[in-house]
């Protein structure tokens, strides 16, 4: 039996039927049950009259407890929401709470708000509840469109039951297919007044037809007036915020003033006592470390950004390169390398001297230090004409006098041969340039414990070679960093490794006659700045290489060919021979070796996998030819 389902008792009083329907909450629809029983039952007219009457005062009190249990719950909300705008943290989630419980008190599929935006003249969605369309959920209504414009003009609440058949307000295309993208039908939209401005419009919608009732638009109203009062609550707050912020900024410039002196006194003291008591670079960038709270760095030209470091020595300040800041040490027209500041955001104008006087103070003591390496840098430098010279020197001599300087003839260098390659308007400025490179190649040589010298109108350079570097990328590091040191394009040829220096001093003069063809090979090849050895060039690099290295080459180019050929008992390399004297053509191949043609595709799809895909381009396949005749003069008996 249903809840709603009454069998009155034949003696039972119409009233003590409905009270009990009333006790159980009972539907309307329960109500009518009685009567229709006693109607069927055929009882009396008396009878049925009685319980028409106790049906009429019992719906009244039905109706009468509803209200109250629903004002009871629109009062509790409206509590709520006063409860969290006392404790406003964040408006957003307080005017989602208006939203919520304004669509769940009046029952809607959809609640939203809309606030005005001055900067666009236009209003906006600032909280959606209930809403399933981006393009409502993006909306922006011009003023007096829609129905929130007629209640924005009114500042009075509207509400329509069927919004497309309502020509009361302006309909627009972009609203209208928003609010048919949502599917909505009735609408009930209520102002949001701060004094007489209305700033917004709190709205609750049906995707049916729907009548508003007074007591909703009420209840909608009181809502609508929590929104303004929370925004306003929030702007009053951020305009405090504001003001202390402000007043916080002021006070702390008041600070900064005082602490910046006391800095400025500071490093100038502590930069003037460096200076006297012969302290060096990095104890000045220590000093400014301290001062300017941060951590300053010196490093070589090469090593900081380039654009940045140019514009500090053309506009002589410290300019800001992303997080860093950077500050050229230059003397004359020759960059020494910069000071970097980092952990720096902003840097206030006495604080940006203080970077740039330490960079000053810094060329200062550089020049200093050069003045007194370059004596050092003339001893490499006779140390280097030695070994290219005089060939005949006593070993342990050449091994003592290379400790001395802290360069180590025992290990593994290359001789690299570097020229000027820009142009130079008169002798003066040419003699002035390759005094820079002598310069900056010494200056090199010292850091990476090894020799230069001046010779034949550019620098030779003898560097050790470091474990997993080569020859190539030695050359190309040299031609960067000596073209950054002296503002202008340096080739650098660099010679094969060469070892057992002091045993065999006639090497080096060997390894920089090989450099030297290098240099004039990038000069031919329209290479000027650039640096390279002769492993780059091919098999022109047998023409360039003192040793003529033809092993070496025909090992870089076949060699895995060769491999395969001694370990498998295979014939890949006739094949290849065969196929290159046939034009490349494996039809011909074939008959030349007599055998199959599918037997030619896999031998030289297996040389593919060996060599590179690319081994048949033009420039590969000239230099595998050339690989080929070289290993078979190499061992004639072999076919």
Request: aromatic share 4%; charged share 25%.
């Amino acid at each position: 039996m249903s809840r709603d389902h009454v069998q009155p008792a034949p003696n039972g009083s119409a009233e003590a039927e409905y009270l009990e329907l009333l006790t159980r909450d009972a539907s309307v629809e329960a109500y009518e049950r009685p009567v229709l029983t006693a109607r069927a039952e055929g009882r009396s007219a008396g009878r049925i009259a009685e319980l028409e009457q106790a049906k009429r005062l019992a719906l009244r009190v039905r109706a009468e407890l509803e209200g109250r249990r629903r004002r009871e719950a629109e009062l509790s909300a409206l509590f709520e929401t006063a409860h969290d705008l006392a404790g406003l943290r964040d408006l957003d989630a307080v005017l989602q709470a208006i939203v919520q419980r304004a669509r769940s008190l009046l029952g809607t599929d959809v609640a939203y708000l809309t606030l005005h935006d001055p900067a666009r003249g236009d209003t906006y969605m600032r909280v959606t509840e209930g809403s399933v369309s981006a393009r409502f959920q993006q909306l922006r209504l011009g003023m007096g469109e829609g129905l929130g414009g007629l209640v924005a003009q009114t500042t009075r609440p509207y509400v329509t039951d069927d919004y497309f058949e309502d020509a009361r307000f302006q309909h627009t295309r972009t609203i209208d297919s928003g609010v048919s993208d949502e599917g909505l039908v009735a609408i009930l939209g209520v102002p949001l007044m701060l004094g007489p401005h209305v700033i917004g419009v709190l709205f609750a919608a049906d995707r049916r037809a729907r009548v508003f009732e007074r007591e909703q638009i009420a209840v909608l109203g009181s809502f609508a007036a929590l929104a303004a009062a929370a925004i306003d609550t929030a702007n009053l707050l951020t305009e405090t915020r504001a003001a202390l912020a402000e007043l916080e900024r002021a006070n702390q410039i008041i600070r900064d003033g005082s602490a910046v002196i006391e800095r400025a006194s500071d490093v100038h003291d502590r930069l003037a006592e460096l200076v006297l008591r012969g302290g060096g670079v990095h104890d000045v960038a220590a000093a400014v470390s301290e001062v300017l709270d941060g951590t300053v760095l010196f490093t070589e030209a090469g090593a900081a950004p380039a654009e940045a470091l140019e514009a500090s020595r053309a506009e002589g300040h410290a300019v800001r390169h992303g997080g860093e800041w950077i500050a050229a040490v230059a003397a004359g027209g020759e960059l020494l390398g910069a000071l970097v500041l980092r952990g720096q955001r902003a840097l206030d104008p006495v604080d940006q001297r203080t970077l740039e006087r330490a960079a000053m103070v810094t060329s200062l003591l550089l020049l200093a230090r050069r003045s007194a390496a370059e004596a050092e840098h003339r001893v490499r430098g006779e140390l280097l004409d030695d070994l290219l010279d005089a060939r005949d020197r006593d070993p342990r001599l050449l091994r003592e006098r290379a400790a001395r300087l802290r360069a180590d003839l025992d290990a593994t260098h290359v001789v690299l041969a570097a020229r000027l390659d820009g142009p130079a308007s008169d002798a003066d400025e040419e003699a002035a340039a390759r005094r820079r490179l002598w310069s900056a190649a010494s200056h090199l040589a010292a850091t990476r414990h090894g020799l230069a010298a001046a010779r034949d109108g550019g620098t030779v350079l003898l560097l050790p070679l470091g474990a997993g570097d080569t020859a190539t990328e030695l050359a190309g590091r040299t031609a960067r960093h000596l073209g950054t040191a002296v503002h202008q394009p340096v080739t650098v040829g660099a010679s094969a490794p060469v070892t057992g220096l002091t045993a065999h001093p006639e090497t080096v003069a060997a390894a920089y006659a090989e450099g030297r063809r290098c240099l004039d090979a990038l000069h031919l090849l329209g290479r000027a700045g650039d640096g390279a050895a002769a492993e780059d060039f091919g098999f022109l690099g047998l023409l360039l290489a003192g040793e003529r290295d033809v092993a070496g080459f025909v090992g870089r180019t076949i060699g895995p060919v060769v491999s395969y050929d001694e370990r498998r008992g295979t014939d890949l390399l006739r094949t290849m021979d065969a196929y290159f004297a046939c034009g490349m053509s494996p039809a011909r191949t074939k008959d030349a070796l007599h055998v199959h043609v599918n037997t030619v595709a896999q031998r030289l799809e297996r040389v593919g996998r060996l060599l590179g895909e690319d081994w048949q381009t033009p420039a590969r396949a000239l230099e595998i030819q050339l690989a080929l005749r070289l290993h078979r003069l190499a061992a004639p008996d072999r076919r």
